[in-house]
């Protein structure tokens, strides 16, 4: 069903909630990566640029206790994004009451507002209350009182019921709509799972096939192939009855595998050779090796063979789902694999290519070919969600058209 978009709504004058992610690494009070926050920079400026009142709110890590508040200030964050949008970023440092009201009472037409981190309020009085995180309703509700409308920009947090998405969305009195990356987000991943252009080639990687299950099983039914790799390729090797030597394997999941197997047929392409080592470290003794792996080795990465075999399976596909990575993605020299896939998905110029998933993600920056791919998302766990073809309750609570 068609969404609402930022587009949809009237914003001049009007006060415009919105939920962004600017949950970003920050060091001694200076922003890292600052991706996130230049991501949600269109929806931000088409608010302002026609009459709207930014109402920003964000949550940054995780707060359990009073102490973990003064690090996670997202002061520093309005501090760069008043230096990306060229204009002042009014902040304020709490999340309710007369300070917060006052100050959006304040605003202009134009004018951009940050309110303290959200998880703030998973901690009152020392005591670890989950009032944000929790989806507390009276929270929800008073958000939404200090707007006109709402604008959802944050996929990354899409998967999780929380008070300034879900509970802001389902108290608006107004409109609540996706802003441009939310509607990017439901778009490409929307089609590449429910109206794929074929071949469809999921790719499937990460440690553990516990985390992919709920994909996997979501996928045999609309993908044409699906490539496994990283360490959840040998809880699939232990079901086949191949050796795994001392490479990680879910045991409890073998009987799983054997199902998934079963029902994919000739649909799941698996590794031919590995990058096996001796211990688990980079600079570990190692050697490439086909089929069983021997005791007191463990396979950290895919092999060349295995590489040339998913290229082959890859080369013409016209939809390509990626999340997760080949091998040890962190150990340089374990890292080969997902590199090798990331460079070839830069060369597939006639295809609709999506990536999600941190080492994934960051394989494809790394090499430079980002902007060769269609679309990044910029949410791991609600991208995961959207692939198991599980409703993400911050898109839900959008209004439809």
């Known amino acids: 069903m068609a969404k609402l978009t930022v587009e949809d709504l009237p914003l001049e004058g009007k006060k ?39 109402i920003l709110f964000s949550h940054l890590g995780r707060i359990k206790k009073e102490e973990d508040k003064p690090g996670l200030s997202l002061r520093p964050v309005a ?10 970023v009014t902040f304020v440092p709490v999340t309710e009451g007369k300070q917060l009201e006052d100050a959006i009472d304040n605003m202009k037409n134009g004018d951009v507002l940050l309110v303290q981190n959200t998880r703030y309020e998973d901690v009152k009085d020392g005591e670890y209350v989950k009032r944000e995180s929790g989806n507390d309703p009276e929270l929800g509700k008073y958000w939404a009182s200090l707007g006109d409308v709402f604008v959802n920009d944050a996929f990354g947090t899409a998967h999780r019921k929380h008070a300034s998405n879900v509970g802001i969305a389902t108290n608006m009195p107004g409109k609540a709509a996706a802003g441009y990356l939310m509607e990017k987000e439901i778009k490409f991943l929307g089609d590449a799972v429910d109206n794929p252009e074929r071949p469809f080639v999921a790719i499937l990687g990460g440690a553990k096939v516990s985390d992919k299950i709920g994909v996997i099983d979501n996928l045999l039914d609309k993908a044409d192939k699906i490539i496994i790799g990283g360490g959840m390729a040998y809880t699939f090797y232990a079901a086949k009855g191949i050796e795994v030597g001392n490479s990680l394997v879910e045991k409890d999941k073998i009987d799983v595998a054997k199902q998934i197997l ?20 980079n600079d570990a003794d190692t050697k490439v090796v086909e089929g069983d792996i021997d005791d007191g080795w463990m396979a950290l990465d895919i092999g060349p063979k295995s590489v040339e ?52 993600t960051a394989a494809v920056k790394e090499l430079g070919v980002a902007d060769k791919l269609t679309h990044i998302s910029t949410g791991g766990g609600a991208s995961l969600t959207y692939l198991e073809g599980n409703e993400l309750p ?8």
């Open 16 to 54: 415009v909630l919105m939920r962004v992610d600017f949950n970003v690494p920050i060091k001694d009070g200076v922003v890292g990566d600052d991706n996130r926050i230049v991501a949600a920079l269109p929806t931000i400026k088409y608010v302002i640029d026609h009459g709207g009142r930014a």
């Open 79 to 88: 501090e760069r994004l008043s230096n990306l949008l060229n204009k002042p």
């Open 262 to 281: 079963d029902k994919a047929g000739d649909k799941l392409v698996l590794p031919i050779d590995n990058v096996v080592a001796d211990k688990f470290n």
């Open 309 to 360: 075999e998913f290229k082959n399976v890859l080369k013409d596909a016209k939809t390509v789902v990626w999340n997760g990575p080949m091998g040890v993605f962190e150990m340089p020299n374990f890292a080969k694999g997902t590199l090798e896939i990331g460079k070839f998905l830069g060369t597939l110029t006639d295809a609709t290519t999506i990536v999600g998933g941190g080492d994934s």
């Open 394 to 401: 911050g898109i839900a609570a959008i209004s439809d058209k």
